[in-house]
């Protein structure tokens, strides 16, 4: 359970900045491609930052995975 405090604590920092605001259903397509960019962008960062930071070696694999599968998305 400890090991996944880390993890647990980026997720719930990162769930609300990725939530898309309210106006998203009636947004203009560039809006939401940019929207949805800058929400991928973040996954990759909070990835390499629990890559780098993370005390527990399965939060680093998990931050590692996470920062490539989203850097092949970009």
Same mark, same amino acid.
């Given at each position: 359970?400890?090991?996944?405090?880390?993890?647990?604590? /980026?997720?719930?920092?990162?769930?609300?900045?990725?939530? *898309?605001?309210? %106006?998203?259903? &009636?947004?203009?397509p =560039?809006?939401?491609?940019?929207?949805?960019?800058?929400?991928?962008?973040?996954? /990759?960062?909070?990835?390499?930052?629990?890559?780098?930071? *993370?005390?527990? %070696?399965e939060? &680093?694999?998990?931050? =590692?995975?996470?920062a490539?599968?989203?850097?092949k998305a970009?």
């Amino acid at each position: 359970m400890r090991k996944l405090l880390p993890a647990a604590a /980026i997720l719930a920092l990162a769930v609300p900045l990725m939530a *898309a605001p309210h %106006h998203m259903d &009636r947004a203009e397509p =560039s809006q939401f491609v940019h929207d949805a960019n800058q929400g991928n962008l973040l996954e /990759i960062e909070l990835g390499r930052y629990a890559a780098d930071h *993370a005390v527990s %070696h399965e939060v &680093r694999d998990l931050g =590692s995975r996470l920062a490539d599968d989203h850097s092949k998305a970009s």
